[in-house]
Nanobody
Framework: VQLVESGGGSVQPGGSLRLSCAAS????????MGWFRQAPGKEREGVAA???????DYAGSVKGRFTISKDNTKNTLYLQMKYLKPDDTAMYYC?????????????????WGQGILVTVSS
């Protein structure tokens, strides 16, 4: 299983970014997929999760601003981020979990990407 994130960078408060995660090495469409982040000096936290049946789970801090989605034809997971705040600054990680387990932001994901940096600053 390989997960490779892209699309990070710097943006001003109130701006938008879309992260992508290219997946390979497994039956992508059947897995639970998620986005996590870790800010400097803080623990990693779940941001959003997407089940194979389309169900979603979001952290309260991003609900209404972030949208998780995927394109099974491209084996790619997305995180559309809008109305970004300085508190959203973090390393963002894509993760995958086999379909046998419950899918949510508090699930124990098994496979991880290397992460990509998002900086929100004026």
């Amino acid at each position: 299983v390989q997960l490779v994130e892209s699309g990070g960078g710097s943006v001003q408060p109130g701006g938008s970014l879309r992260l992508s995660c290219a997946a390979s090495g497994y039956t992508y469409s059947s897995y639970c997929m998620g986005w996590f982040r870790q800010a400097p000096g803080k623990e990693r936290e779940g941001v959003a999760a997407l089940g194979s049946d389309g169900t979603t789970d979001y952290a309260g801090s991003v609900k209404g601003r972030f949208t998780i989605s995927k394109d099974n034809t491209k084996n790619t997971l997305y995180l559309q981020m809008k109305y970004l705040k300085p508190d959203d600054t973090a390393m963002y990680y894509c993760a995958a979990l086999r379909p046998f387990f419950r899918c949510g932001i508090f699930s124990e994901f098994e496979y991880w990407g290397q992460g990509i940096l998002v900086t929100v600053s004026s």
